[in-house]
């Protein structure tokens, strides 16, 4: 059996070898995560392996929650729907309990209409496991991760209109939605506990305020 300076050498020697095996040699010579991403690789064929995003997984700012089904959806208007309620009674009483739209929104959903109808669609919930800025977060969103209709945002608010347990955070943190027709922003979505409603406000993914970890990104 080598010796472990032996292995050293060996290392050193291939190293020096171009091509995909030098590369990920010299990823893991900073990072030893890629020692699991290369095992999770190598399973990638085998029943039951894990079917991890490499990328997410090396940087560790997301883990995947769960995927969620949504239904086929009608022909939906935004700005009818996202309208912030004065009224504490009103909103007690809604289906959708809605205190505050960003205003910088509302141009957004008037350039959207009408969106079309569309079938079933699946999105994958991803929690932040690290403090980050969007501009930190979005890189690592895999490449086939879906922007969001304002329809599909509304899909997944109306299961827990009045703040009920479900998919989305409603301790007061936020859920980022990427949306389809303008993904130079980002759609933020927090239930405020104490007030008893859904928030919504639009950031640009440029902004570099910092986010707590914990946080989730949809899409």
Not at 51 to 66: A, N, P, Q, R, W
Not at 124 to 144: C, D, H, S, Y
Not at 207 to 215: E, F, K, N
């Amino acid at each position: 059996m080598p010796k472990n300076n032996d292995l050293a050498l060996l290392g050193d020697a291939l190293q020096e070898i171009p091509g995909p095996l030098k590369d990920f040699l010299r990823k893991r010579k900073k990072d030893p995560k890629w020692d699991k991403a290369f095992e999770l690789m190598l399973r990638g064929g085998n029943p039951g392996a894990e079917k991890t995003d490499i990328k997410s997984m090396v940087s560790g700012l997301f883990e995947v929650v769960k995927k969620v089904k949504l239904t086929e959806l009608d022909e939906f208007r935004p700005a009818d729907k996202f309208v912030a309620m004065s009224d504490e009674k009103d909103r007690a009483k809604a289906l959708v309990s809605i205190g505050y739209v960003d205003p910088d929104l509302q141009p957004l959903m008037n350039k959207i209409g009408v969106e079309s109808a569309r079938g079933p669609q699946i999105l994958t919930i991803r929690r932040t496991l690290k403090v980050a800025t969007f501009g930190q977060m979005l890189p690592e969103l895999p490449k086939r991760a879906k922007k969001v209709s304002m329809g599909q945002v509304w899909q997944m608010i109306e299961k827990q209109g009045q703040g009920q347990e479900g998919d989305l955070l409603v301790n007061g943190w936020a859920n980022f939605f990427l949306l389809e027709e303008d993904p130079s922003v980002v759609l933020i979505c927090d239930w405020d506990p104490g007030y008893r409603d859904w928030r919504f406000g639009l950031d640009p993914a440029s902004y570099s305020g910092r986010w707590r970890d914990g946080r989730q990104f949809l899409s």
